[in-house]
């Protein structure tokens, strides 16, 4: 074998695919974690008002968490095939069926990609941000109760800044979940068509894996992945503390509002 130096780095940093790749995680990332975040806090929300079966409710939330890729994607093939289930619904409603198989065009094997992993995320979302609410000062609620703040006042003043913290986390675990995502892309479109659902993960597979495999390249592809998983990482757990620092001032505020007004309420 012979040292190359930099040279797979300079590779990769002309290598086309690697910026399709690049550009596929980040749309991967922002989409799953915003779906993620919203439809998380929504269930977390709803499982913690009064709803009836409400363990029922979770149990089927947080199936698509324990299901196993190599399970679910035959599943996922078989819904966005041209013969498959999305077809089979819209023929019921009397629409017209999709003419193209939605895997084989580079416009959608991302988007189906990237919607699959939604489905997943929400699930793990929802038990991080209900036990995070489980854990919320009713104080604090009732502060904002009191101060005449709505649902959605103390949604996004008391509850969202509470949880600070957790959504940080999911982001980063989010980040580094589309840094190194393969099961997903591959199972279900290989990368392909002409490598419009990429991710790093598959691109380090096939130069590892294939006949004319460069071990090499792939070893200095797992660094840029190792490189920007932890800058990333960094930059996010520093942004999350300087927005975190801010809270309990604010927090504190509501509650020494709350006993003023219980204190008056008596008087």
Same mark, same amino acid.
């Given at each position: 074998m012979t040292p190359v130096g930099f040279g797979n780095y300079v590779t990769a940093l002309?290598?086309?695919?690697?910026?399709?790749s690049l550009r596929?995680?980040?749309?991967?990332?922002?989409?799953?974690?915003?779906?993620?975040?919203?439809?998380? !806090?929504?269930?977390?929300? #709803?499982?913690?008002?009064?709803?009836?079966? #409400?363990n029922v409710y979770k149990v089927l939330i947080v199936i698509p968490v324990v299901v196993a890729p190599a399970t679910l994607a035959p599943a996922q093939i078989q819904v966005w095939q041209t013969d498959g289930t999305i077809n089979d619904i819209l023929g019921f409603f009397g629409?017209?069926?999709?003419?193209?198989?939605?895997?084989?065009?580079?416009?959608?094997?991302?988007?189906?990609?990237? $919607?699959?992993?939604?489905?997943?995320?929400i699930g793990y979302g929802f038990i991080l941000l209900y036990a995070g609410m489980a854990q919320i000062d009713?104080? $604090?609620?009732?502060?904002?109760? $009191?101060?005449g703040a709505g649902n959605l006042r103390?949604?996004?003043?008391?509850?969202?800044?509470?949880?600070?913290?957790?959504i940080v986390s999911l982001a980063i675990l989010n980040f580094i979940t589309a840094l190194k995502l393969f099961d997903n892309p591959w199972l279900i479109t290989q990368g392909g068509p002409a490598h419009s659902s990429e991710f790093l993960?598959?691109?380090?597979?096939?130069? !590892?894996?294939?006949?004319?495999?460069?071990?090499?390249?792939?070893?200095?592809?797992?660094?840029?992945?190792?490189?920007?998983?932890?800058?990333?990482?960094?930059?996010?757990?520093l942004r999350g503390r300087e927005r975190a620092g801010r809270t309990p001032r604010t927090l504190s505020g509501r509650r020494s509002t709350s006993r003023r007004l219980k204190e008056s309420a008596d008087v």
């Open positions: 002309q290598d086309p695919v690697l910026w399709t596929n995680t980040v749309v991967y990332f922002v989409v799953v974690f915003a779906v993620q975040v919203v439809g998380g !806090t929504l269930f977390a929300a #709803a499982m913690h008002s009064r709803v009836h079966l #409400a629409l017209s069926a999709l003419q193209q198989p939605w895997l084989g065009q580079s416009t959608t094997s991302l988007l189906v990609v990237t $919607l699959v992993g939604c489905w997943g995320a009713p104080e $604090l609620v009732e502060a904002g109760r $009191l101060d103390v949604l996004f003043s008391i509850v969202l800044p509470t949880l600070r913290p957790i993960g598959t691109m380090i597979y096939s130069e !590892t894996a294939s006949t004319d495999r460069d071990l090499g390249y792939a070893s200095a592809l797992s660094i840029l992945v190792l490189v920007i998983a932890v800058a990333v990482s960094v930059l996010m757990q």
